[in-house]
């Protein structure tokens, strides 16, 4: 007998029990946000750096894009701010946000500011909105965001370049309204706002 045979059950390594994903029931009930990094190779002026903010609700697949010069907290509650209008002039009531543990987003893992709210977590409770934090180190959790980024650099960072953060949030509305009226086969091939006005009466 070998000498890994002989180990008591107690070591053996536990199976991790996947959740099954939590379906929404209509639109605004959870939007998933997160930051993408614009490819420096994008960037006419090598100095400046770029990012994506995107906004995406779970149920209708929406997406409101914007971008800015700095990856921060107060970057993060300006585009809550903004996202929340967004959805709002579209019908949307965002009730909860959903983000991952970045410090742009919550001093969780802070070892100093644990207990302090960072701006975005100020700006989601004046908004009457709920954040809830993926749990650490799975990504798959934000997986209609991360997808969509993935998206995103294939088929739109691959051809685009940009002068200014003003240059890419021109783009990043053609972008968004040309994703927003695609058709999307976990939406039975309708777009997002097809679903949106077959689904979500107003």
């Given at each position: 007998m ?11 390594k536990?199976?991790?029990i996947?959740?099954p ?7 605004g ?8 990094v ?5 960037i ?5 750096k ?11 697949r929406l ?10 907290t ?31 987003f919550?001093n969780?893992f802070?070892p100093?500011k644990?207990d ?12 009457g909105?709920k954040?809830?934090l ?6 798959r ?25 003003n ?11 040309r ?11 309708l ?9 979500c009466?107003?």
């Open positions: 070998k000498k890994y045979d002989m180990l008591p059950h107690k070591m053996e536990k199976k991790r996947v959740k994903y939590e379906q929404m029931t209509h639109a009930e959870r939007v998933q946000i997160d930051v993408k614009v490819p420096r190779k994008c006419a002026d090598k100095e400046l770029l990012y994506q903010y995107t906004a995406i609700d779970e149920y209708t997406r409101f894009l914007y971008g800015y010069e700095e990856q921060s107060y970057s993060s509650a300006d585009f809550a701010e903004r996202a929340v209008k967004w959805f709002k002039r579209h019908g949307i009531a965002v009730e909860c946000i959903q983000t991952d543990n970045g410090f742009e919550t969780r802070s100093s644990k302090k709210k960072t701006m975005f977590e100020k700006k989601l409770a004046e908004l909105i954040h809830k993926i749990r650490p180190y799975t990504p959790h934000n997986g209609k965001v991360e997808r969509s980024h993935r998206e995103d650099h294939n088929k739109f960072y691959s051809c685009h370049s940009f002068f200014s953060c240059d890419l949030n021109a783009q990043l509305t053609v972008r968004s309204n994703t927003n009226n695609r058709p999307m086969r976990p939406l039975n091939w777009s997002p706002i097809e679903f949106f006005h077959a689904h009466p107003i």
